[in-house]
T-cell receptor
């Protein structure tokens, strides 16, 4: 069984640029959630995708957007990067969108905005 | 009021001791509770989930849930240096299908 994978591992961008992060969900899982984790903080929910539809969104501006594909892999896009966007971006997959389902995290993408 | 609160630590225990990690939450409708372990520079790893009041044991780990007190804890018996990590408490359910995390508690197990 393949776990959650993310790419790239690390990324360095400059302020104002755009970035796309990718995530492949665990086999059999149809739900992907994205989280942002700043240094010393717990992960913060960005949004969730269930069967290719956005299923909920946290307190993040519209320049954070996403997609889910028919194979349930997902992308997180961030436009007009700001210095505060520097963080570890985590993707988690779960069997379904039900709140009792365990979420399993990928290794993360470390984004640095200069 | 923060939604999920944890003692930030650091919590330091000697090898072989019991480490006790605590978490409180504000949403009374929360139904699902999770403990994640995060090593420095790595992503969170699920170690326990608990849904009903009482204790749930898995190896050296015991999760305890008290919904009336809005309190969940994690006990680690026979602590090992390899248990040194940040432990994140996460809550979902009720009005939230997402995971809401605390800031985490840094545990150090001294040989």
């Amino acid at each position: 069984e393949t776990g959650v994978t993310q790419s790239p591992t690390h990324l360095i961008k400059t302020r104002g640029q755009q970035v796309t992060l990718r995530c492949s969900s665990q086999s059999g899982h149809n739900t992907v959630s994205w989280y942002q984790q700043a240094l010393g903080q717990g992960p913060q929910f960005i949004f969730q995708y269930y069967r290719e539809e956005e299923n909920g969104r946290g307190n993040f501006p519209p320049r954070f957007s996403g997609l889910q594909f028919p194979n349930y892999s997902s992308e997180l896009n961030v436009n007009a990067l700001e210095l505060d966007d520097s963080a570890l971006y985590l993707c988690a997959s779960s069997l379904t969108s039900a709140s009792y389902n365990e979420q399993f995290f990928g290794p993360g993408t470390r984004l640095t905005v200069l | 009021q923060k939604e999920v609160e944890q003692n930030s630590g650091p919590l330091s225990v000697p090898e072989g001791a019991i480490a006790s990690l605590n978490c409180t939450y504000s949403d009374r409708g929360s139904q699902s509770f999770f403990w994640y372990r995060q090593y420095s520079g790595k992503s969170p790893e699920l170690i326990m989930s608990i849904y009903s009041n009482g204790d749930k044991e898995d190896g050296r780990f015991t999760a305890q849930l008290n919904k009336a007190s809005q309190y969940v804890s994690l006990l680690i018996r026979d602590s090992q240096p390899s248990d040194s990590a940040t432990y994140l408490c996460a809550v979902s359910g009720g009005s939230n299908y997402k995971l809401t995390f605390g800031k985490g508690t840094l545990l150090t197990v001294n040989p």
